[in-house]
T-cell receptor
């Protein structure tokens, strides 16, 4: 069974540009969430989607957005990139409609460097 | 004060030793508790999942949850060099749809 797949794995962008990251969840999983990981802040929740609906959003500026498609695949977008957006962006999927009783699996992440 | 506190270490132990990791939390609504292992430049890998209070054992790993003290632990017995990684605690409350993570503890097991 394939795991959570994230693309691209590594990318370098310039300040002011925008970036789109993609995530394919485990087959059959309908919940997809995104996290940002930095050395200083650790893992921080960005947002969670279930059946194309955003159910929760973390404390990030509006430059960070996401969406989920009918096949459960998800994308996140960061506009007007800042140096502080350099991080590992992790996608996670879960099989049920809630976290309770369902384990969450992470992908390998997308390493974003903003220069 | 952070919602989940975890000593970042680093922690260095000889091969075969017991590794003891712990987290404390402030949100009494947390019901689901997880431990993840993350190798360098990799995504977190789920190790243990526990609901509410109690102990859970899986091979060399034992997870404990004490909700009355808001304290969770992970023990690794007979540690191996391959256990060298960062260990993250994570927790969630019903209907929250997100995980709150500790800072992660970096563990090195010396051969």
């Amino acid at each position: 069974k394939a795991g959570v797949t994230q693309t691209p794995r590594y990318l370098i962008k310039t300040r002011g540009q925008q970036v789109t990251l993609s995530c394919s969840p485990i087959s059959g999983h309908r919940s997809v969430s995104w996290y940002q990981q930095t050395p200083g802040q650790g893992l921080q929740f960005l947002f969670e989607y279930f059946s194309e609906t955003q159910r929760n959003k973390g404390n990030f500026p509006g430059r960070f957005s996401g969406r989920q498609f009918s096949n459960s695949r998800s994308e996140m977008n960061v506009s007007t990139l800042e140096l502080g957006d350099s991080a590992l962006y992790l996608c996670a999927s879960s099989g049920g409609s809630t976290i309770s009783g369902n384990t969450i699996y992470f992908g390998e992440g997308s390493w974003l460097t903003v220069v | 004060q952070k919602e989940v506190e975890q000593d970042p270490g680093p922690l260095s132990v000889p091969e075969g030793a017991i590794v003891s990791l712990n987290c404390t939390y402030s949100n009494s609504a947390f019901q689901y508790f997880m431990w993840y292992r993350q190798y360098s430049r990799k995504g977190p890998e789920l190790l243990m999942y526990t609901y509410s209070s109690g102990n859970k054992e899986d091979g060399r790993f034992t997870a404990q949850v004490d909700k009355s003290s808001k304290y969770i632990s992970l023990f690794i017995r007979d540690s191996q060099p391959s256990d060298s990684a960062t260990y993250l605690c994570a927790m969630s409350s019903p209907g929250d749809y997100k995980l709150s993570f500790g800072a992660g503890t970096t563990v090195t097991v010396r051969a």
